[in-house]
């Protein structure tokens, strides 16, 4: 087993990781739901120019090659009636059944880019330039479904907060920021090993794991404290190789020196990367609070999932989108690794 650092100091993998998501190369085919957004074209110029992948662009084809004033090959056009009855087709061999339409169908493209996925046309599919997020998640669950080892879909925002001495050199990762408005204690514990999966994969080093609420280890007495606490016995007990604390008031999970004023002690008091929230409005707010008053930049991963897909805000950049695809190859990438590899280079 790989040794765990004993504080945040000792362990830099936040510009480190960031920078090595700089180096991924890939040949793996993604699908731009959006194909015809301006910033999803010009995300997916760039991570061609920078061999991350081959992005696939789906939508209008002559629409398209306007836009990029050339014929582009890889695009998958759904408004030919051909092409989704190839689609479906495909989709039925593959699962048996035939996916679930509703009259919106022909127009949403995250189903049809899901569809995608799972059918093996593509090994990965981002979008939400255009499309909510709650289209994004209802095409996820219906065409790819859950993974084999999780229950809960869940989305996690990894923060480049900017600031060393938070998390693990300035980068955090706070679920559930993004699907389940309350999760239930059977979901906290499987959005955190979910989240401690991602981290690892993605930063390449150990997660250090805090369940937070407004109590310090027993500061506050309520029926919201004692159901992190049961959160938090219930994951030490499912994944005991894990380090974990809670519950944990923000401040308590990332200061070192609030930690120590509050008398919270453990290998996470003071030192967490990756941060548990109660409800889907904590997580979220917190994130965009961040964001717009801290200047951290956020960056968000679906986990759950059988196959990789992204959803990126509608407010995101190019900047962002880039980042975003090159996270998504990660995820794509680890799952085509072997087991007995998926710790290998993380950093102790």
């Given at each position: 087993m790989t040794s765990r650092p004993d504080n945040a100091s000792s362990n830099a993998p936040g510009v480190g990781a960031w920078r090595?998501?700089?180096?991924?190369?890939?040949?793996?085919?993604?699908?731009f739901v959006e194909g015809d957004e301006p910033r999803m074209l010009h995300a997916a110029t760039r991570v061609e120019e920078a061999g991350l992948c081959r992005p696939v662009l789906m939508g209008d084809r002559a629409g398209i090659e306007r836009a990029v004033h050339e014929r582009v090959a890889d695009i998958v056009d759904v408004s030919d009636s051909a092409v989704r009855a190839?689609?479906?087709?495909?989709?039925?061999?593959?699962t048996g059944h035939a996916p679930?339409?509703?009259?919106?169908?022909?127009?949403?493209?995250?189903?049809?880019?899901?569809?995608?996925?799972?059918?093996?046309?593509?090994?990965?599919?981002?979008?939400?330039?255009?499309?909510?997020?709650?289209?994004?998640?209802?095409?996820?669950?219906?065409?790819?479904?859950?993974?084999?080892?999780?229950?809960?879909?869940s989305g996690a925002m990894f923060l480049d907060t900017q600031r060393p001495d938070i998390g693990s050199n300035g980068t955090l990762a706070f679920a559930d920021a993004v699907v389940t408005p309350l999760p239930t204690i059977e979901q906290l514990v499987d959005i955190a090993a979910a989240t401690a999966q991602s981290w690892r994969a993605l930063m390449k080093t150990e997660p250090r794991i805090g369940f937070l609420s407004f109590?310090?280890?027993?500061?506050?007495?309520?029926s919201h404290v004692t159901r992190i606490q049961e959160a938090v016995a219930l994951f030490k007990q499912s994944f005991p190789e894990e380090v974990v604390d809670g519950e944990l008031q923000f401040d308590s999970a990332v200061?070192?020196?609030v930690a120590d004023r509050k008398h919270a002690v453990g290998e996470v008091a003071g030192t967490a990367n990756v941060l548990i929230f109660p409800s889907l409005d904590s997580a979220n707010i917190a994130y965009k609070v961040a964001e717009q008053l801290g200047g951290a930049r956020a960056r968000g991963l679906l986990q759950g999932l059988a196959q990789p897909l992204a959803d990126v805000s509608r407010g995101a950049s190019v900047d962002d989108i880039v980042m975003t695809v090159r996270?998504?190859?990660?995820?794509?990438?680890?799952?085509?690794?072997?087991?007995?590899?998926r710790r290998e280079g993380v950093r102790s």
């Open positions: 090595d998501l700089e180096g991924i190369t890939s040949s793996l085919r993604v699908a190839q689609l479906l087709d495909d989709f039925e061999r593959h679930e339409l509703g009259r919106e169908s022909p127009t949403n493209p995250a189903l049809w880019g899901a569809m995608l996925v799972r059918c093996g046309w593509v090994d990965a599919a981002i979008g939400g330039a255009r499309t909510t997020s709650a289209d994004m998640l209802r095409a996820g669950l219906s065409c790819i479904g859950l993974a084999t080892d999780r229950s809960t879909v109590s310090t280890h027993g500061s506050s007495a309520s200061s070192k020196a996270m998504l190859l990660v995820d794509a990438l680890q799952r085509l690794a072997p087991e007995s590899n």
